[in-house]
Nanobody, 128 residues
Framework: QVQVDESGGGLAQAGGSLSLSCAQS????????AGWFRQSPGKGRAFVAA????????IYADSVKGRFTISRDNTKGTVSLQMNSLRPEDTAIYFC?????????????????????WGQGTQVTVSS
């Protein structure tokens, strides 16, 4: 049974930083791709970033490119999202998702349908 849990959300000022972490329990995490999505009030869930099972390939939404960094530690079974230069529009519930690494191109993980397992989400609030 795969369980995905996020942590690290909270309140930050515009221009500040936050780091999110996601831990997966169950099958070998090192063979799983992972991604972060976010949902703002009144909007659908949107892609933020993804990383393939090797950790060598990443992809980002244009809105966060250059500000956010996704990384993974397969020895700990975790994936992280370092968020810098935060903006009020980054305010959202952030969800971690994982799936067996079935796609050769990391771009395939931009879609929510690519992921099998989801966490409950963690709130990030950025004040202006």
């Amino acid at each position: 049974q795969v369980q995905v849990d996020e942590s690290g959300g909270g309140l930050a000022q515009a221009g500040g930083s936050l780091s999110l972490s996601c831990a997966q329990s169950g099958p070998t995490f090192s063979t799983y791709a992972a991604g972060w999505f976010r949902q703002s009030p009144g909007k659908g869930r949107a892609f933020v970033a993804a990383i393939d099972w090797t950790g060598d390939n990443t992809i980002y939404a244009d809105s966060v490119k250059g500000r956010f960094t996704i990384s993974r530690d397969n020895t700990k079974g975790t994936v992280s999202l370092q968020m810098n230069s935060l903006r009020p529009e980054d305010t959202a519930i952030y969800f971690c998702a994982t799936t067996p690494g079935r796609y050769s191109s990391v771009s395939s993980y931009r879609s929510q349908t690519a992921f099998d397992y989801w966490g409950q989400g963690t709130q990030v609030t950025v004040s202006s």
